[in-house]
């Protein structure tokens, strides 16, 4: 009995030790931002006085909140389209029959291991011929269906009981009113992983942006801070690289505080369907 | 019912996309770079431009933001929505851009070489002349990179003249760096060369280097040989190994500006640095420029590299003779003056100094003298579309062998030009 | 759209397709067109602007004798290798841990993952500062306790390590939220019945946990090991691909052939050559997991 007791003091302090690893750096990092520039990469949050100095001098070169509001438009808008498209698709794949939807399903499958690095370059010049560049439409538009929300909606709807879908259609319900009207509300869990996934994703998302957009006014979170710390407008102050970066990541921090179990939830269900 | 705000919002976005609003009062569209001071400048000039010439007015439009001016034109080539003049064209993409079209060689119009020739030294023109003899690009300003030198340091270590050669520049690094406050940390060196490995920044140590050492020479020869398989890049790779084995150059990334703080004895730079030194310097604070150092075993004249940038008119233009009337114009005598005293930036046009027009500018900056002077002697970048790779070959040995110091300059070199070797051919030069 | 009683009549067959339209179109321009392109684009010399120039398989040559293409996929390779055995065994042990009756376990696990929702970007600025040669905490907490400054992104030996360690920070919270929710499924009675034969913990984890948790385990494996072949915004950041090209990954090397030196054919090329080699390392990855499940 004793030494199970020692045991989990000892896993308990262990794990301490680790999540406090986990998240001292964040602490870190949003204390460097309020530090004097030369205090900034002492190792304790705390400066001598606090400073907002960090945040001008980066507010004052990069236009932040232009590329919160892009980020937002894009992932908004992309998740919504994803949500509506995939779960049509899914709906399709799932509940309809009609010639060659088995063919497709493996066409969908096969994409999934297809990797990025393929397509990017010509994806990139089919940007620049339809002028997309530099535009909502091609952050947006490659990002508009998702295989794998495609096939968790498929795994999901197969499991609606026929006769909910016989009693819609003797209401007189088209396919898109089953779907949006009886499939989605008995959806909820699925609609939230793949939200909270692909939105998280297409937010982070840093590489597609510095592709296919240039003038500064378009760029996204992502890819704005990650120009400003590479390409030298933050001349080596470390405290404005840390602000920009701290910046970016509160909306999502705050989002995950308030969301959590929403988050890590969706996350294991996806693994598990997955 | 979704569909339809789907496809909606798919049309609006559609047409949202494009950005290409014309304006019928002007007849020519002009990029200029981002910079704001030449900004400043390009308003000027268009606004002088325009009331003069009110049937052909011209739209000033600053570049599209992007990570290099080099991208922008591309991409802007790539979807046909380049302007009709732009200023801000890097000679190293010319090439590029020439081969595939986009650009309108001067020779097209009647007295176009002619123009440009008398306002470049013959020399220093033909290193823009492309491959097939045709010049696609108006040369026009220029930065020559010289050596600024923190006087009080010099003095502190009884330097009384600033070094012209590498010997006096490594014993004057020997006696700079150090550790002054006793902390037991080295807190000043020599020159902060840049330790990012990329192409760009060899163009403050290893390229102008070359060119002073080999009398004016660039890396390829023709445009289409190598030139640097030498002894002297041999010997440049070796000064700098030295002064990274010796702790003269630091392998660190700065933070904030060491030259002017003290840290570092020289600072290799063009003369835009003049007006930031001004602004920033710490009371007391002395400098000077001199050439950029030569190996003791050479004799001739001081080249150096030039950082130039051209102007370039693009076929997309509907209305090229207007479009090089209005080059003409931007590199005339009057906006030559502008661009000194609006942007401090040195127009590449022969006798600078002779110039009675200039007499009063350089009266008032003498500084800007020593770099006037310098522009017949400088270059800029061969007309080769591989040259980038090039350059990137020779960065990625400078890494390697001074920066890391992990491989031989001869090693280093040797490597350097097999790369180069294969990357011209691949390209098919 | 006034077609829903008109659907129904004309049978579900129409239906089908209707739904599926948005997949065709999306699936033809962003998918179908691009792979072709992208097989088009390998046997050609293009800078974007101007036409096409066939060139035949000479970009396959080039590929073949470039050794900064055969670096990349060897720093791609050092990273997976570092990166994801460590993330998966470390992921799997703490999600035991966290599995067993430990208080605040929420609170654990909440911490784990606040990595895997903040941004790339931000992790990698945040990871540049704290790796820095003479400045960085880390190496003063080192310093502590005798360490001297560890060179960690501007030594070659060094760098792709440290950013494997920074990815694996990064992530783990994910693998240990997946390993969690496989664990809670397995029955607590084969727990009980090996307690009973007298079973220690390290042989009940490698017996019951292990074997049950391989589905999950494949999922994470072949979920890593793909997310290690796509590295590209930590050593643009970072490090830019250097010191040496020591952190140069096959993206990284693609985005520069392609925006540096706006060498298009070659940089598809590359891609190609990038997926082969994905695609072989998850066959074979696959056939050696579903070979050790029997």
């Known amino acids: 009995m004793r030494k199970s007791r020692i045991n989990s003091i000892l896993l308990l302090f262990l794990l301490t030790i680790l999540a406090v690893m986990f998240i001292y750096p964040f602490i870190w990092m949003v204390g460097g931002t309020l530090k004097p520039e030369a205090e900034v990469m002492e190792f304790s949050p705390f400066g001598s006085q606090w400073s907002l100095d960090s945040y001008r001098s980066m507010l004052g070169k990069i236009p932040l909140f ?49 990797p990025f690095q393929l397509t990017l370059i010509p994806l990139y010049v089919l940007m620049v011929k339809f002028g997309w560049v530099d535009s909502y ?45 009886i499939f989605w509300p008995l959806s909820k869990p699925a609609l939230i992983t793949v ?13 597609w942006p510095m592709i296919v957009v240039r003038k500064v006014s378009m760029m996204t979170m992502p890819q704005m801070v990650a120009l400003y710390v590479v390409g030298g407008q933050a001349e080596a102050q470390v405290g404005t690289q840390l602000a920009a970066a701290t910046l970016m990541s509160i909306p999502i921090i705050v989002v995950y505080l308030v969301l959590q179990r929403h988050f890590i939830e969706s996350m294991a269900s996806s693994g598990i369907k997955g | 019912m979704k569909m339809l705000i789907i496809m909606g919002s798919c049309s609006l976005f559609f047409t949202c996309a494009r950005n290409g609003i014309e304006n019928s009062d002007y007849l020519l569209t002009y990029w200029s770079s981002t910079n704001p001071y030449e900004i400043e400048l390009a308003k000027v000039l268009v606004a002088d431009w325009n009331s003069a010439h009110p049937d052909s007015m011209v739209e000033l439009q600053p570049l599209p933001e992007g990570r290099s001016g080099e991208e922008v034109l591309i991409i802007a080539a790539a979807g046909g929505t380049t302007p009709d003049i732009c200023s801000n064209v890097p000679p190293i993409i010319v090439p590029l851009l020439a081969k595939a079209k986009v650009l309108v060689p001067v020779d097209q119009f009647a007295d176009g070489r002619e123009f440009i020739a008398q306002r470049l030294p013959k020399e220093l023109l033909n290193t823009f002349v492309a491959t097939d003899s045709m010049l696609y690009q108006i040369p026009w300003k220029g930065n020559p990179i010289m050596v600024q030198y923190n006087l009080g340091i010099l003095k502190e270590v009884g330097f009384e003249r600033l070094p012209t050669t590498w010997s006096e520049w490594n014993e004057l690094a020997e006696l700079v760096s150090g550790d002054t406050d006793g902390d037991g940390r080295e807190d000043r060196w020599m020159s902060d060369v840049n330790i990012i490995a990329e192409w ?132 005339s005598r009057q906006a030559d003056l502008q661009l000194l005293q609006i942007c401090m930036q040195l127009p590449l046009r022969k006798d600078l100094v002779n110039d009675s027009l200039y007499a009063t500018y350089f009266e008032e900056n003498p500084m800007m003298r020593q770099f006037a002077e310098l522009v017949p002697h400088t270059r800029g970048f061969d007309q080769n579309p591989a040259l980038q790779e090039v350059f990137d070959a020779i960065n990625e040995q400078f890494d390697a062998a001074c920066i890391q110091g992990r491989r031989t300059p001869s090693e280093a070199l040797q490597k350097a030009v097999k790369r180069s070797e294969n990357v011209l051919k691949a390209r098919g030069i | 759209m006034n077609s829903k009683s008109g659907k129904i009549r004309s049978g579900k067959i129409n239906a089908g397709h209707t739904l599926v339209t948005p997949y065709y179109i999306f699936f033809t321009l962003f998918i179908a067109y691009p792979l072709i392109f992208s097989f088009v684009l390998v046997f050609h010399r293009w800078s974007i602007i101007g036409p096409l120039e066939w060139v035949g398989l000479s970009n396959f040559f080039e590929l073949g004798g470039d050794p900064l293409f055969w670096k990349a996929i060897l720093n791609t390779l050092i990273f997976i290798l570092i990166h994801v055995p460590l993330q998966v065994s470390v992921a799997l042990v703490l999600a035991a841990i966290l599995n067993s009756k430990i208080p605040a376990k929420g609170a654990f696990r909440a911490a784990f993952f ?28 080192l310093h502590l306790i005798g360490i001297g400054p560890i060179p960690w992104v501007t030594d070659p030996s060094w760098a792709m390590p440290s950013i494997a360690m920074m990815a694996t920070w990064k992530n783990i919270g994910l693998y240990v939220v997946l390993f969690l929710a ?111 499940a029997d």
């Open chain 1, 137 to 181: 439409a091609a952050l947006i538009f490659p990002y508009t269906m998702s295989a794998f929300a495609i096939l968790l909606f498929r795994q999901y709807f197969m499991q609606v009981p026929q006769d909910l879908m016989d009693a819609a259609r003797l209401d007189g319900l088209g396919e898109f009113g089953i779907l949006f009207r």
């Open chain 3, 114 to 141: 606040l990595p895997v929702v903040v941004s790339g970007v931000a992790v990698t600025i945040l990871w540049k500062q704290i790796y820095s040669t003479n400045l960085g905490i880390l190496n003063q907490v």
């Open chain 1, 66 to 114: 232009r590329a919160l509001i892009n980020s937002l438009v894009v992932s908004v808008i992309s998740t919504f389209s994803v949500l509506v498209l995939s779960s049509m698709t899914g709906y399709a794949l799932g509940r309809l029959h009609f010639r060659g939807r088995n063919l497709i399903f493996n066409i969908i499958l096969f994409t999934m291991v297809l």
């Open chain 2, 200 to 331: 760009r920044q060899r163009l403050f140590d290893f390229y102008p280097f070359f060119i002073a050492a080999s009398g004016g020479q660039t890396i390829l020869k023709n445009n289409t040989e190598i030139n640097f398989n030498t002894d002297v890049s041999r010997e440049i790779f070796e000064f700098y190994a030295l002064g990274f084995r010796e702790g003269w150059y630091a392998n660190s990334i700065w933070i904030g500006d060491q030259f002017l703080q003290g840290r570092m004895a020289a600072h290799i730079t063009g003369p835009w640095n003049i007006s930031h030194t001004e602004r920033f310097k710490p009371d007391g604070f002395e400098y000077a420029f001199g050439p950029i150092p030569v190996p003791d075993y050479f004799e001739g004249e001081h080249y150096t590299f030039g950082d130039p940038k051209s102007i370039g008119i693009f076929s997309t233009t509907k209305h090229p003779e207007a479009a090089w009337e209005f080059t003409k114009f931007l590199i």
């Open chain 3, 182 to 292: 496989g664990l809670q499924g397995i029955p607590k009675h084969l727990y009980d019945a090996a307690d009973i034969d007298g079973a220690t913990t390290v042989q009940k984890f490698f017996h019951i946990t292990v074997p049950a948790i391989n589905p999950v385990f494949i999922v994470v494996l072949i979920l890593s090991t793909l997310g290690g072949f796509s590295l590209f915004i930590e050593p643009y950041v970072i490090t830019g691909g250097g010191p040496m090209n020591s952190t140069l990954s096959g993206v990284l090397y693609i985005y520069r052939q392609a925006f540096s030196f706006f060498r298009m054919g070659y940089a598809a090329t590359i891609g190609f050559a990038l997926a082969a080699i994905i695609m072989t390392v998850i066959i074979i990855q696959r056939r050696f997991l579903e070979h050790e």
């Open chain 1, 195 to 207: 939200g909270i996934i692909h939105f998280m994703g297409i937010w982070n998302e840093a590489l």
